[in-house]
């Protein structure tokens, strides 16, 4: 902690309290989740209320100067998680005032109730710093110790006592940083975590472009396929293609302690391919080759590169993974292409981008009927549009589920495969088969231990039947493996809005809008809502009608019944409450409207419609008994009997849930 924790233990401002000491925000006696770095920009502002505060003193005191990292980013991102754990603004601030390219200034009033600081002590070296965090250092004499931490004007009178500790302590010292060395140059290197970088396009070819992207899909593929290591997921990796960051910065926003990267190309049917691997927080170049082969050729090449790969790495390759390789890259290279080109796309619930990745997908398989990864993309974006997009279409759902046999039919080992099943028996058009899903994503998950999406589709179904533990263990699993996905950034606030800790859940929702908009809108709102600030709720929810004026499926007007309902006004409640049923007809997500309904009518003390609309929540697909446990909109529901059943009865089926999923 910075200088704050050393002379303050606590102090005040607003509703809110800083423990130095413990490392804590709270707000009114409530523990604020901060990360240490905003925690530490805290601290600097109330250091010297009222003062400038300036960007190269931030610098300097949490980043040291050989640090890799993209400092405006960090501090911006720093300064944001901040303003959003105290509620503040930019535009009007209360507590951390900006001042345009020069820093920040703390404006509030700070209240410090502990003694006076005492005198500080001197800075311990970078070499003392180091010393003291090395893993298995030598303790140095407590005499040593003390003296480190008096005021200058008290060393002079130890300088003696001390002199022939400090011979002694150099001893030590030498004699550890020789073992050290010595440790350091026989320890081997052990790589838990990898990515695979784009490979670069030698080819002088921009068109070639998918050929360096389909090697680099390959050797991801298969090196995912092997277990005992952590593969970073090529939605996030293709984030760096063309990427200025240097290596260290990319393995620590990855959280990996390996990289590979290299280059391709083909001319005239030749294909040469250079990898190396790299030891990154060592910049140890541990291993390097050139590979060359024709056209044909090109599946074995990629199995051997693999292969080589696994070795150097530590781990043994499955013999099965070889096959599955090759039938995976097999392929005629336009219908790659277009597969490749399809992946930012089918994952995201909008129409524009559904659009796109339905287009590409149906034109690559018409091109290769056999290319079974296609298909298996397609039924996902089919099963988008269905649940997402065109809600009151059926045909979505029945040509999903036919392009979902067809990928299992032409390779029945197809991880991606079982994850599009999985997602299609979690519907309400397949009645919500949550054991059947959940065996679906386990078996992906057999086939490839290191794919985040099966990570992903466990927790979403994890969350919706109240296993919020379970559900936090995958989400954690899918972070790992895909960090920069947005739409497994959106489940970890998901998360923690029915565990109903609103704060945390707004500040992890905050960067995940365009994985879905309307329904980012719904809940980000339900959090606000319980929070007490209704005005930024409704102002959210208008601007999102602005650019969805239809609002598909009621999410929206739900939210706008249940602010309605919490502000008193029965009449305007009544009418969203209508409107948002006439929505919501046939919509996968229904029963999230009906729970907003449910939980108008709760706040209006219509505990029949109430408790009608709660058993239609559970009953279609939201049996959370957790949040039903916990949530506050119900409160004037808890006294009646026929609630008090119906917890009963949800209790029971959550614990069914826990028993078997």
Request: include cysteine; glycine fraction near 6%; proline fraction near 5%.
């Amino acid at each position: 902690m910075p200088k704050p924790s050393e002379s303050m233990a606590l102090v005040r401002f607003g509703p809110f309290e800083v423990e130095f000491r413990a490392g804590e925000l709270l707000k009114n006696g409530r523990r604020i989740r901060l990360q240490d770095q905003p925690l530490q920009v805290l601290a600097m502002l109330l250091e010297k209320p009222g003062e400038l505060v300036t960007r190269e003193e931030v610098r300097k005191r949490l980043w040291l100067e050989d640090t890799f990292v993209d400092f405006d980013h960090g501090l911006n991102n720093a300064i944001n998680r901040l303003r959003e754990a105290l509620n503040d603004s930019a535009d009007a601030p209360r507590f951390i005032e900006t001042l345009p390219r020069r820093g920040y200034r703390f404006i509030a009033e700070v209240r410090n109730d502990t003694p006076a600081p005492i005198e500080e002590a001197p800075q311990a070296t970078t070499t003392e710093r180091s010393i003291a965090s090395s893993v298995g250092a030598p303790e140095l004499p407590a005499a040593v110790t003390a003296a480190l931490a008096l005021p200058k004007r008290q060393l002079k009178k130890l300088w003696l006592a001390a002199a022939s500790i400090g011979i002694a302590a150099a001893v030590i010292l030498a004699l550890y940083f020789e073992r050290a060395r010595s440790v350091r140059g026989s320890a081997p290197i052990r790589i838990q975590s990898v990515a695979v970088l784009p490979l670069d396009n030698l080819s002088g070819d921009p068109s070639q472009e998918y050929f360096a992207d389909g090697i680099t899909d390959a050797l991801t593929t298969y090196l995912a396929q092997v277990r005992g290591i952590r593969v970073i997921s090529r939605t996030s990796v293709m984030h760096y293609k063309g990427t200025k960051k240097t290596l260290p910065e990319i393995a620590k926003d990855l959280g990996v302690d390996a990289v590979v990267e290299g280059s391709a190309s083909r001319t005239s049917g030749v294909i040469h391919v250079n990898a190396q691997l790299i030891y990154v927080p060592g910049d140890s170049h541990i291993w390097a080759r050139s590979y060359e082969g024709t056209t044909s050729s090109l599946p074995a090449m990629e199995s051997e590169i693999a292969n080589d790969l696994a070795r150097k790495i530590g781990t043994t390759t499955p013999s099965e993974s070889t096959k599955g390789l090759s039938r995976a890259v097999t392929v005629n290279p336009e219908a790659y292409d277009l597969y490749l080109r399809s992946e930012p796309y089918y994952g995201l619930q909008t129409r524009e981008a559904n659009d796109q990745a339905i287009r590409l997908l149906e034109k690559s398989v018409e091109i290769d009927p056999q290319f079974a990864a296609a298909y298996a993309a397609l039924a996902a974006a089919y099963g988008t549009r269905a649940i997402g997009v065109e809600i009151n279409e059926p045909k979505w759902i029945e040509k999903a589920s036919a392009a979902v046999g067809k990928a299992l039919a032409l390779d029945p080992n197809l991880a991606e495969g079982y994850v599009s099943r999985g997602y299609l028996l979690w519907s309400r058009a397949n009645g919500w088969s949550h054991e059947r899903a959940v065996s679906d994503y386990r078996h992906a998950l057999e086939l490839n231990p290191n794919l985040a999406e099966a990570h992903h589709q466990l927790a979403n179904v994890y969350d919706h039947v109240g296993l919020l533990g379970k559900a936090e263990e995958e989400i954690k699993k899918a972070i790992a493996l895909d960090p920069l996905n947005t739409g497994i950034r959106f489940r970890v606030g998901i998360n923690l809005l029915y565990q109903g800790k609103y704060e945390e859940s707004l500040v992890e929702l905050r960067d995940s809008e365009k994985f879905l908009p309307p329904f980012w809108a719904f809940q980000t709102s339900f959090a606000l809502q319980h929070l007490g600030r209704q005005a930024e709720a409704h102002e959210r929810i208008e601007s999102l009608l602005k650019a969805n004026p239809l609002d598909t499926g009621g999410s929206l007007t739900a939210m706008q019944a249940l602010l309605a309902a919490g502000a008193g006004d029965v009449p305007l409640a009544e009418d969203k409450v209508q409107e948002a049923i006439a929505k919501g007809k046939g919509y996968q997500h229904f029963h999230h409207v009906a729970y907003a309904v449910a939980s108008a009518y709760a706040l209006l003390d219509r505990h029949a419609q109430a408790l009608q609309y709660l058993q239609m929540a559970a009953n279609d697909g939201l049996p959370c008994y957790p949040l039903f446990e916990h949530d506050s909109n119900l409160d004037h529901l808890r006294n009646d009997a026929r609630f008090v059943r119906f917890l009963a009865d949800q209790k029971k089926q959550w614990e069914y849930f826990r028993a078997h999923l």
